[in-house]
């Protein structure tokens, strides 16, 4: 079956599965975002209890969900594995110590004779929280802005910064989505716990930490993407493989790719309508139509920076060692091997689905915190 498909056609297929990856690890952020918020939404032991074992049931699907994006990465688009990973380091060893504490905290928080205290791991996590999630969007907005590096004829890559990746926090219009990501993980991780806790002082401090967080989120997000529509893209030229600067690129994109563009535009809905039905409605769901929307949000930019003959990481240094889809990835072969593979991903995707329901079937209360009957990180 995949053996009948181009080369261009299984890199394309490979670049949509990074795509519904990357959709799945901001979503899954929600876990970094509630992590940030403990203190201004749980007033006490008990509280900050419930908050944080609302969070222990999900958090290793964020942590598997980034390793399998980094992995899917690593084996469609080696070259970009290596540029990035090699050159841009700092940024990443930081990102990943971050998801390390966070391992370590919900591992040891609670465990008896704990000699640092809940509060030093309670620490930890809003550290993975606000690093996690500024950084990862910092980077993701280095995919439009550019690094710093080049490749020669055999791509051995040159990093031309000292900093090792951790300049992109020079660049305002990386900040910009950065802290947006921040804004939405809180937001969404004000969701979750409106849909997971059952405490009425809880919930109606998540309600107003909603106007905090939701706000900001919308304001940096608009900003990063207005910005965005108007700044000049690498793209290339398909007959000369030459990357060339072209204004606008980014809002052409969506509009040469309707469907991109109609799911960019359900995912703004959706988000909006998620925030909207849980200030004004009272509801609970909010979480799975703002969810829904980020993740059509993050799946549709990763399409506007690979696909219609876009450099998906480019170089501000030498502008033809700008990696595309094409230059980026595996060998047909390799490629083809893993589509095979990827043919796992829905049964996957239904065991989370199932997993997320049997543990989510009853809200966490202070009733249960007393039972004893469940483990509590």
Known sequence: MFEALSHLALQQYWWIIISVLGGALVFLMFVQGGQTLIYQVGKDKDERTMLINALGRKWEFTFTTLVTFGGAFFASFPLFYSTSFGGAYWAWMVLLFAFI?????????????????????????????????????????????????????????????PFRGLELLLNVHNLTLGIAVFFLARTLGLLYFLNSIEDENIEKRIRKQLWYNAVPFLVFFLTFIIWLMFREGYALNPETGEIFMQDNKYFLNLIQMPVVLILFLAAVVLVLYGVFISLFKKSSAGIWFTGSGSFLAVFSLFLVAGFNNTAFYPSTIDMQSSLTIMKASSSHFTLTVMSYVSLMVPFVAAYIWFTWRAINKKKISKDELSSGESHFY
Do not use: C, K
């Open 101 to 161: 504490i966070q391992a370590v905290s919900y591992e040891f928080r609670s465990r008896p004779g704990n000699v640092f205290g809940a509060r030093t791991y309670e620490t930890f996590l809003f550290i993975n929280g606000l690093v996690g999630t500024f950084l990862l969007g910092v980077v993701v907005a280095s995919f439009f802005t550019g690094s710093q590096f080049s490749l020669s004829d055999m791509n051995e890559m040159s990093w031309h910064s």
